[in-house]
């Protein structure tokens, strides 16, 4: 059964779309169906604003708890759903994260930040790699100038979010560290994700 909200953890994830223009070596959707108490993660069709939030009536949410915009898909590429979706949860008091690959702009021809500030508390962006070359090796995401446009919008993020980047431990300590003088040069906090979690 697909599972539009789930549990991962402790955390509270949502699950809105399978698109997603990047094709991630890494990406965990390649490797299982599910993840956490979801069985399956791939949705049969892309959930409307009530079907999402019926889907919460499984869980007992509570006040300054996160929920996170993160699922087998590029949250961002169901921007209209997530903004009515965040506007209902956020007057229950909770705190909201979306995980991106920070091409929201892109994806949808349009700066995506306006309607996302006072929704969203946090973003955390894939960063993957430390070069735009490496970048489209791991990555793949089937646009011309993708690492540039993903550090501008991270950039961007910095004025209205809490932002943090992220990578996957597939790359080399030297290209983590690589990583890491970007993140500091930018002023963003990096997480070092294992490739298991």
């Keep these: 059964m697909e599972e539009i909200v789930y549990q991962y953890e402790n955390g509270i994830y949502v699950n809105l779309t399978n698109r997603c223009p990047c094709r991630c070596s890494f ?6 169906d599910g993840l956490g108490t979801a069985e399956s993660l791939w949705l049969e069709h892309p959930p409307a604003v009530e079907e999402v ?15 996170v ?4 898909g590029e949250p961002l590429c169901a921007l209209d759903v997530l903004v009515e979706t965040a506007k209902r949860l956020k007057s229950q008091g909770v705190r ?8 929201g702009d892109r994806i949808n021809g349009k700066p995506t930040i306006p309607v ?3 929704l969203i508390d946090t973003m955390s962006i ?3 790699a430390p070069n735009a070359d490496r970048y489209e090796e791991l990555c793949h995401p089937g646009m011309p ?8 919008y991270a950039q961007e993020c910095k004025n209205h979010f809490d932002t943090r980047f992220s990578v996957v ?9 690589q990583c890491q003088k970007i993140a500091d040069e930018m002023g963003i906090p990096l997480r070092v994700r294992h490739f298991t979690d």
Excluded: H, W
Excluded at 96 to 103: H, S
Excluded at 145 to 152: F, Q, R
């Design 27 to 32: 990406c965990i959707r390649g490797q299982m």
């Design 116 to 118: 996302l500030k006072g």
């Design 145 to 152: 100038g993708a690492y540039e446009s993903m550090l501008e």
């Design 96 to 103: 909201l994260r979306i995980n991106t690959n920070g091409l």
């Design 169 to 177: 431990d597939v790359i080399s300590p030297e290209e983590i560290s």
């Design 69 to 72: 915009f993160c699922g087998y």
């Design 53 to 67: 939030m019926n889907a919460f009536e499984a869980f007992t949410l509570k006040a300054g708890q996160e929920v």
């Design 126 to 128: 894939s960063l993957n």
